[in-house]
């Protein structure tokens, strides 16, 4: 099989964007014509502010530096996520899923070890924050950038949506992407079931010989025309709606490097630091509140930063399509599924099912036979992103609302997650367990420790355990470590 001629994408969302970047850069040298169409008449979703580490790899591949992206996104620097409200133990109303680095070995491993002596009744401190490097950068509003260098240091990005849209269609067009602004009408298919060409408003016919859908929730490919089945993740997770509220950001005041992700009555509310602005939001499920009544309890949370601003309303389709890559269409993005963004993890999954295709088509020199092979594994990451998220609605202690009770007794969970918070609260092997399910988990063993031990997830009643390391004893060498790195600030400054 030679290289497709000519690939035609629909969709200027952040997926749109991406892919094309990745496959022209990839692909160019091959001589293959990327098209992106999208609508002026239907808007990106306008959300999707907070990246994981992956995101570096992204901008690495395609050799553009933070000096060049940063400034344009009105970007910052994320350590990690903070989780205030979920868990009602003492000690734990609040923890951190850290970005893991080098720095981190020692009293990483002095946390798992405390972690695994309270998991067995005996009394240790094991919230993560107290333990981990980007926790107390990101308390001391610091840039995970070490004065000197920085060696193994690891972190992801805030970035306002729209303007990274901007910027990565700026960086496709100057790659030889052709950009058409255009409202596909009509998909045109060929006996076999491929698709032939679309045909926007405009009355052109535009043919190609491979399609990637990025329109969005709609799948206007792999839904609408070619019927892909959608595999929701309702039962899962409850959440299928959100609200977005920006706030501004006071220029005197220093910029946080997290994402503060706090619990709510009926769900959590996102606080993003930008260098323009917060981006703030509510996800929750309509199962449990009105729109109206979230609207007034996100506002309530704000405080007076919220007033005048309007609330922008999303509707959420989670779950994910059974097959992403059927005929010769692939759909990425919103079209192929979505997990709520608690872990913003959209973007990875973007990237990585665009990295994984690439690689698939490639391998079998661009012919369809790791097709299934392909799904299984887009699935497989879906799938491992899905009970890491889900695990945090188990693990929460809240009693004030059904939301929280009924997200607590759901049993509605996968047998591998199951298995994981048996074993935890057995006091078994968590590490062999962690092993026995490979690559599938997506996150590694740090995240999960920080997850059930960040939640308080152990037994009430405690022995002595004379050889712990003691929270305030760990904070006190963070404390001094994090003085070698830069004010997040002033850092940015010289990002610009
Ligand atoms: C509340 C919320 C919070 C989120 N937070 C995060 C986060 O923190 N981190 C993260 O990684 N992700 C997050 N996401 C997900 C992220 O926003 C999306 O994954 C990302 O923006 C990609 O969207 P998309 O490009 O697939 O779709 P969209 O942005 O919806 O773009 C769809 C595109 O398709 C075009 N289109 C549709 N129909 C047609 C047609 N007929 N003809 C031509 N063009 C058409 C539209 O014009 C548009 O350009 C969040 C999502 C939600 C809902």
Sequence with gaps: MNPPKHVVIVGGGTAGWMTANLLRHRWARLGVEVTLIESADIATIGVGEGSTPFLRHFFRT???????????????????IRFPGWSSVPGYESYVHPFFNEADRELGNQFFTNACLRRRGQAADANPQDFFLAAELARQCRAPVNQVDSPGMDYAYHFDAGKLGAFLRTHAVGLGVRHIVDTVARVEQLENGDLAAVHPKSGARIAADLFVDCSGFKGLFITETLGEPFHPYRDNLFNDRALAMPTPLATADDIPSETVSTALRHGWAWRIPLTSR????????????SDDEAERELREHLGAAAGGVEARRLRMRVGRVKQHWRQNCVA?????????????????????SVEQFIADL????FGRARQAAYNERVNAMFEGVRDYVVAHYQLNTRRDTDYWRANRA????????????????????????????GAGLMYLRPSWYCLFAGMGRFPAELRAAPHAITAAQARRRLHEMARAFRAHRSYLTVVS
């Design 278 to 289: 917060y981006g703030n939001g509510y996800v929750y499920s309509s199962d449990f509140v």
């Design 332 to 352: 990425i993005g919103l079209s192929q599924g979505f997990i709520e963004p608690l872990e913003a993890t959209a973007l990875m999954l973007i990237q990585l």
């Design 362 to 365: 490639e391998g079998d020199h």
């Design 410 to 437: 759901n049993r509605n969970i996968s047998d591998r997650l199951a298995s994981l918070l048996d074993v935890w609260d057995r006091g078994g092997d968590f590490e062999a367990e962690l092993e026995r399910h």
């Design 62 to 80: 395609l050799d553009i530096a933070e000096s060049d992206w940063m400034p344009a996104c009105d970007a910052t620097f994320k350590c990690g």
